[in-house]
């Protein structure tokens, strides 16, 4: 709302400059203003023909036209005469018969054009005043309105013919599908439901990652159920002016209610759903708050069996407004994870439908090596192997293309970039720290490929995914990843005694996994068995802890980096020889995989079973 009032002001005060210029161009533009001793000269000269004065204000016209002293030529003319100028004037004047009149020589405007030029900037004020004032009743549901209004809300209907999204097009997530499935069966036969005087949950909540298929969820319920799907995203709600978004609300529960039974979903709810009050709300959050109230108040004000469901997603759950999640709102919430293995081999068949494979491509074996990608990576995945194959000519898609869409994504675009060869071979070194201490740490993810060309945002990158899902960590495994990170810094520190930029995210990798450790997974004796900090890198730093408390955390998290970098320089040098024949390889061949890294390095990589 602070905008719109600058915006006014704004305006006001470029109509008010504007209107001023004009207005004393039409007043001065064609009398110059003359000096006295100008003056005086030319009455002197015989050359005034009339004057007209007003106090001592004297306005005239030259018999002809000459040269202003000060810049242009002029016959008419403005001056001031000083008071204390004793020359005897009005004989002067008389003397060279100069007409002096009380009538203005120049042709002054008509008192009623000075009185609209005067007026002009007040009339364009007041017209900005009613252009506001429309927009705002407009956006207030107001009728006629003329700009900014939006057409009313319509649903995602039943198009006959037009397939609509169901549960056939979602996997991976069935536990949710049948939390869901309560859901279909109400909108489908409200009645039964009715009869027996059962009430469905007003609303429901899926909370859950990015690209895990909520809003997919939510079209497919609404597919399933045949029912109308309004659709909107909580940002769409939050206007300029107080008051629109909360009238967007009531008009789309309105629609909705026309043609129940009916699915409401709201997206990205925590962005006006987050938790309201505390410090951080002083002004301009009137229009969220607004907004979220009627969110409320429309689902408080459902009889429970009008068959409208309210379904919103949000990827930040833990910041979400109790009052959200109250009994009667969205009193259901369903947690959308990640998928497992067998649920990633079932959407990549989904997003391989249509899609002509080779006989030799192996959905399981992708879906193995693909740990921790949600259903919108897998989409995008084969999606870009099928890019690939267009660009080959091919007529399917091959494993190949399928493994390289993955790198793609996994680790970037390649970068087109000549790298000074000193550069190389610290990147070299760099990688191969990673990679070695990866392959040395028990435990560890396996390395799945070493590459020195340029890609994303970084020179070289060391991939490791582990062999199975894992869901926890243990305290030995985190001190492996953070020792594994540290180990692009340790080999350029060992090798060549320098640090370079090249660790920045290395190091915050390392930074996040240290102060996990320490504040939140009670891995720490110092600091002990408490969740010390907020699982929110946004939140202010210390709201949860006392000083004292951070103080500890800021030393503990040194130690142990500390520790892991002492460990990791001394690894490296203790197997220097298998450091520099890494380096070797990679420079030679620029990407190693798998197998071949473990051979240069000569270690004999521990499977464990490696199906999960
Ligand atoms: P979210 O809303 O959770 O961020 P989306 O529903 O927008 O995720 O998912 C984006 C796309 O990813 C979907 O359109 C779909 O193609 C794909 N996708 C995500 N999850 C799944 C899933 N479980 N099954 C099939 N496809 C999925
Ligand atoms: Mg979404
Ligand atoms: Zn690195």
Redesign the pocket.
Known sequence: MRGGWWRLILTALIVYLIANLVLSYFDQANEPTISYTEFSKQVNDGNVDKIYAKGDSIQGQLKKERKNPDGGEYTKFNTERPSFADDDLWANLTKHQVNVTAEPVVQHRSFLSNLLLSLAPMLLLIAVWVFIARRMSAGLGGAGGMLGRKAPPKPVELVPGEKRTTFD?????DEVEGELNDVVDFLKNPDAYRRMGAKMPRGVL?A????????????AVAGEAGVPFFSASASEFIEMIVGVGASRVRELFAEARKVAPSIIFI?EIDTIGRARGGGASVGGHDEREQTLNQILTEMDGFSGSEGVIVIA?T?RADILDPALTRPGRFDRVVQ?SP?DRG?RE??LE??TRDIPLAADVDLAQVARTTPGM???????LANEAALLAVKRKQQQVTPADLSEALEKIQLGAERALVMPEEERRRTAYHESGHALLGMLQPGADPVRKITIVPRGRALGVTLSTPDADKYAYTEEYLRGRIIGALGGMAAEHVVYDVITTGSESDLEQVTNIARGMVSRWGMSEQVGRLSALPNDAQQAYGLAAAPQTLDVIDAEMRRIVDECYEEACRKLRDHRGQLDALARALLESETLEEADAYRIAGITRLTKGSDA
């Open positions: 097009d979602v996997a991976g997530i899926l859950g990652p990015p690209g895990t298929g909520k809003t997919l969820l939510a079209r997206d997603a990827n959308v998928p649920g079932a959407i989904i997003h949600t259903g919108a990576e897998l989409a995008n």
